[in-house]
């Protein structure tokens, strides 16, 4: 008789576990698709952000001298690095293209709809982040040594 009981009691946890894992697994497979999600769309932000703080600093910061192609050059490097550093996968080709926008945005005066804060004037210039200014120029030094 406990025998018998044992295995109904068994055979009962066993059905209330497929139960619910049943109606669990989808939802935590949502939840988990759902987070996958917003990483991305964050580390896209993150990645647009450090691409248009590069290039208003190699605009701020690089030698009159420098221009096109070079300026180019010099702020892929840099943002392949800070990606790098950040686990941020880009392809080379999406880089360019973000830089080409940022450049284009910034050479157009337009700011975009994320920027927090109010629009400054057209006599202020928008500064770069100082933090990746030093960075870029030791940067920058580093490379002349070489």
């Not at 987070?35 to 769309?41: D, V």
């Not at 010099?74 to 360019?96: H, M, Q």
């Amino acid at each position: 008789m406990n025998n018998l009981f044992f295995n109904i009691c068994m055979a009962l946890i066993v059905a209330i576990a497929g139960i619910v894992a049943k109606t669990l697994l989808p939802f935590l497979e949502e939840k988990r698709a759902e987070a996958e999600a917003k990483l991305r769309n964050t580390r896209w932000a993150w990645a647009v952000d450090i691409i248009d703080a590069v290039v208003r600093a190699v605009e701020q910061t690089i030698d009159e001298d420098i221009h096109g192609e070079e300026k180019k050059r010099i702020a892929i490097k840099y943002i392949e690095k800070l990606l790098n550093d950040n686990g941020i996968a880009l392809t080379y080709e999406e880089i360019n293209t973000l830089v080409e926008a940022a450049v284009n945005t910034m050479n157009s005066g337009f700011i975009s709809v994320e920027t927090v804060g109010s629009i400054p004037d057209d006599s202020e210039p928008v500064a770069a982040d100082p933090a990746i200014a030093s960075q870029l120029s030791a940067l920058l030094a580093a490379e002349d040594e070489e």
